[in-house]
């Protein structure tokens, strides 16, 4: 495989020293004359040469590439915030790395050292787990944005999110006006933040007057499948059933289907993201709606602006709304 370009072969080519290309790359040109601009720009596209970003990044101490972790990156919603952060940063003269922790605490360790190596602009946790490097990185650095959970407690950053207690009380509120009973929370896991704020609001706009049992799962269609197998082998009972995502409602909605079971007839189901495949594939689900496009143009804002002082790490509290289609 031959070796790419480099700005000793761009110099050579077009006649001129090391450092008047590196001037040229830089935008350094006003002492450079019209004829060597032109060759250097003729021989930089004849070789295909693009400037190193890793050089740069060594001499500025930071560079234009923003890391974001994802904890799934099969997670249609996770995939559309992530979409979003792209498009934004393009705006701003930045590019978007990806990489995905699969919620695995080891990996996210490794992946932020791999983002410090690259120098990163701002690491951006789309679902953080809370571990020893994170917190050591967020002490002695002020480029981390939290995103969707919000930074465990002693961790001081910026945040951009719904509110997770808002959404679920309003979901909760709702099965209370639709006078739902048997009603039922299949969650996420507790120990993160958005997932145990989501189910205390809904628990809280049920009320004490309605029991509510509890099953706790990861956010996949697989693991909503296992639990909406378990608990709709129980036919005598017409559940209503918030789930803590739509990829977990759309696990549920198979497990009903194959019992043969009618929604809403037999089971109400309510999800939580209204991802954008939603219109397409599940025009029939209930859900409540985050607004996964607004989530790049904040953080973008957020990385283009003066770092805030520890003391004052600001937060974006997106608008979250329920959307009411045929399944509850």
């Keep these: 495989m031959a070796k790419p370009p480099t700005i000793r072969d761009v110099a050579r080519l077009s006649g001129v020293s090391t450092a008047t290309v590196s001037r040229f790359f830089t935008g350094k040109t006003n002492a450079i004359s019209p004829e060597t601009i032109e060759s250097v720009r003729s021989a930089a596209e004849k070789l295909g040469y693009t400037p190193s970003e890793i050089g740069r990044s060594l ?5 234009r590439v923003v890391v974001m972790l994802v904890p799934d990156a099969t997670n249609l919603f996770t995939a559309d915030v992530a979409a979003s952060v792209e498009n934004a940063l393009k705006g701003i003269g930045l590019s ?23 120098r990163a602009r701002a690491i951006v946790l789309q679902g953080a787990m809370d571990t020893p490097r994170l917190r050591e990185m967020a002490e002695r650095q002020s480029n981390l944005i939290f995103v969707n959970r919000r930074p465990a407690p002693g961790i001081i950053a910026p945040y951009v999110g719904i509110d997770n207690f808002a959404a679920g009380f309003a979901v909760g509120r709702y099965f209370i006006e639709k006078g739902y009973e048997n009603c039922v929370a299949i969650h996420g896991p507790r120990h993160y933040p958005g997932s145990s704020r989501r189910l205390e609001g809904f ?23 296992r639990q909406g197998s378990l608990l709709l082998a129980d036919r005598s009972r ?28 037999d089971v109400m189901i ?15 689900l209930t ?9 790049g143009p904040a953080i973008a804002e957020l990385i283009n602006e003066p770092p805030a002082t520890k003391e004052h790490s600001r937060t974006v509290i997106l608008p979250f709304s329920l959307t009411i289609r045929q399944s509850a």
């Design 59 to 63: 001499r500025l101490a930071s560079s």
């Design 96 to 118: 978007l790395v990806l990489a995905n922790t699969a919620e695995n605490a080891e990996k996210q360790d490794g992946l932020l050292a791999d983002a410090q190596g690259l």
């Design 203 to 225: 628990l809280a706009g049920v009320g004490e007057m309605r029991q509510v049992q509890q099953f706790e799962c990861a956010f996949t269609m697989e693991a909503g499948y």
């Design 238 to 265: 017409r559940y209503a059933v918030f789930c803590a995502n739509d990829m977990i409602a759309y696990g549920v909605y198979r497990a009903a289907m194959e019992k043969n079971m009618r929604i809403p007839d």
């Design 270 to 284: 309510f999800g939580f993201d209204d991802n954008r495949v939603n219109d397409w594939l599940a025009p029939w």
């Design 287 to 295: 859900t409540v709606k985050v607004p996964a496009f607004d989530f």
